[in-house]
């Protein structure tokens, strides 16, 4: 390959989108030719992160006054929900590539019983390809959309699926303790986000109902060939970034 790729990103306000910037920034194939932040348009990159300045990144704009002709490729890193509304609004001739959970789960019905919401965009879900890829290389490379997996399933898939394959762990009684930093929760205020409130201090939170179980249970059972259950303890700690999931597992006789 030697022409860049013209590339739009949604939400690129977020930090999501600040974190993608600077990664594409650096990428010799990525021609960066639209920006959306639908709160922040009409600023500069560089007004809502100083450190993306010098650039020579587009104004930030909203999403309605896009023009996709010459763009090849977005990345959404719009939040959950957001994505399912705007994708459909994308000509077909441009790739997508969806940093929300919105096209992971495979199920309909499984998506509306933990976001609490029907899916707009339902005839898309099978279609989409899961990017976990060091899994799946090869389907991403001829997909039109595709579905990043998110953080404590990729950092809980990654170290499974290999063991899962081979029959080394049995596929019940597999517990994982997780912990993440503040940044993963997105850029909005919100109190229990608070530097007051997390800083000095660990905690458990959506025990039993974190939306990311569905998404892990479904890559381990897709490798498993039977539905594997877990034990999935997040924890919020002090600092920006960073995840760290320790998994304990039963080992089989293979092993």
């Given at each position: 390959?030697?022409?860049?790729?013209?590339?739009?990103?949604?939400?690129?306000?977020?930090?999501?989108?600040?974190?993608?910037?600077r990664l594409l920034e650096n990428?010799?194939?990525?021609?960066?030719?639209?920006?959306?932040?639908?709160?922040?348009?009409?600023?500069?990159?560089?007004?809502?992160?100083?450190?993306?300045?010098?650039?020579?990144?587009?104004?930030?704009?909203?999403?309605?006054?896009?023009?996709?002709?010459?763009?090849?490729?977005?990345?959404?890193?719009?939040?959950?929900?957001?994505?399912?509304?705007?994708?459909?609004?994308?000509?077909?001739?441009?790739?997508?590539?969806?940093?929300?959970?919105?096209?992971?789960?495979?199920?309909?019905?499984?998506?509306?019983?933990w976001y609490n919401e029907p899916?707009?965009?339902?005839?898309?879900?099978?279609?989409?390809?899961?990017?976990?890829?060091?899994?799946?290389?090869?389907?991403?490379?001829?997909?039109?959309?595709?579905?990043?997996?998110?953080?404590?399933?990729?950092?809980?898939?990654?170290?499974?699926?290999?063991?899962?394959?081979?029959?080394?762990?049995?596929?019940?009684?597999?517990?994982?303790?997780?912990?993440?930093?503040?940044?993963?929760?997105?850029?909005?205020?919100?109190?229990?986000?608070?530097?007051?409130?997390?800083?000095?201090?660990?905690?458990?939170?959506g025990i039993g109902k974190h939306?990311?179980?569905?998404?892990?249970?479904?890559?381990?059972?897709?490798?498993?060939?039977?539905?594997?259950?877990?034990?999935?303890?997040?924890?919020?700690?002090?600092?920006?970034?960073?995840?760290?999931?320790?998994?304990?597992?039963?080992?089989?006789?293979?092993?």
């Amino acid at each position: 390959m030697t022409t860049p790729i013209n590339i739009a990103i949604l939400g690129a306000s977020g930090y999501t989108g600040a974190e993608l910037l600077r990664l594409l920034e650096n990428h010799p194939h990525a021609n960066i030719v639209a920006l959306t932040g639908d709160s922040k348009a009409g600023l500069e990159a560089a007004e809502v992160y100083p450190h993306l300045r010098d650039l020579g990144l587009p104004k930030l704009t909203t999403i309605e006054s896009l023009d996709w002709t010459n763009i090849e490729a977005v990345f959404c890193c719009l939040p959950h929900g957001a994505s399912q509304k705007a994708i459909p609004n994308i000509p077909d001739h441009v790739v997508i590539i969806d940093l929300s959970a919105d096209y992971r789960l495979k199920d309909e019905a499984t998506y509306e019983q933990w976001y609490n919401e029907p899916h707009h965009d339902a005839a898309r879900l099978k279609e989409a390809v899961y990017g976990l890829s060091e899994l799946a290389a090869r389907d991403i490379r001829k997909a039109q959309l595709i579905a990043c997996p998110g953080c404590y399933p990729t950092s809980v898939q990654l170290p499974l699926v290999p063991l899962l394959e081979k029959g080394l762990v049995k596929h019940e009684n597999i517990i994982v303790d997780a912990k993440s930093g503040v940044t993963g929760a997105g850029r909005s205020v919100k109190l229990g986000n608070l530097y007051s409130e997390v800083n000095e201090g660990i905690g458990a939170y959506g025990i039993g109902k974190h939306r990311h179980m569905p998404e892990i249970e479904q890559g381990l059972s897709i490798v498993a060939g039977e539905d594997v259950v877990i034990s999935f303890t997040p924890h919020l700690v002090p600092m920006n970034r960073g995840i760290l999931s320790t998994i304990y597992v039963n080992l089989t006789e293979e092993a």
